[in-house]
């Protein structure tokens, strides 16, 4: 048995094989025929979901200083003058007045030169800003305290 085994080793291919020659043909006979063009164009499908925007999506939230694109500078002190208590002179937090974190830092940063160049005082709010409109209300903080 060994040594017919290997006659058959040695005479055979795989072309001479019969089982491949009928395998092959029937491997691509079932395969359907696609051209490039259908392969290149992308056809839209009735079935397919379609995109829309969700209707229940809340509008992202912006500090009002991002929204109208305002960089605080030194020189506004108008403006700088908002953020700082009337009494106190001490300068609000992000709680009290929703900027956000890159803003608040650039306004405290703006009233400390402001306030080293003589343009503000230290230590209350100037009185011709007094009656100025408020950008908030630090009475209702938009993130309420601990305590």
Do not use: W
């Not at 020659?21 to 392969?39: D, G, H, T, Y």
């Not at 403006?79 to 106190?88: E, I, R, V």
């Amino acid at each position: 048995m060994f040594k017919l085994t290997r006659l058959i080793a040695r005479n055979a291919n795989v072309g001479s094989l019969r089982g491949t020659q009928q395998l092959l043909p029937r491997l691509f006979a079932n395969a359907p025929a696609v051209s490039e063009e259908e392969n290149t164009a992308t056809t839209k499908n009735a079935d397919e979901p379609i995109d829309i925007p969700n209707p229940f999506e809340k509008d992202p939230q912006q500090c009002i200083l991002c929204k109208h694109n305002i960089t605080p500078h030194y020189k506004n002190v108008k403006l700088l003058s908002q953020f700082q208590s009337p009494y106190t002179g001490r300068i609000y937090g992000r709680h009290i007045t929703g900027l956000c974190k890159q803003k608040q830092e650039d306004v405290e940063k703006a009233i400390i030169r402001a306030q080293r160049c003589l343009l503000m005082p230290g230590y209350h709010k100037d009185l011709d800003f007094l009656q100025d409109p408020k950008l908030f209300d630090p009475e209702k903080p938009v993130r309420p305290h601990k305590y």
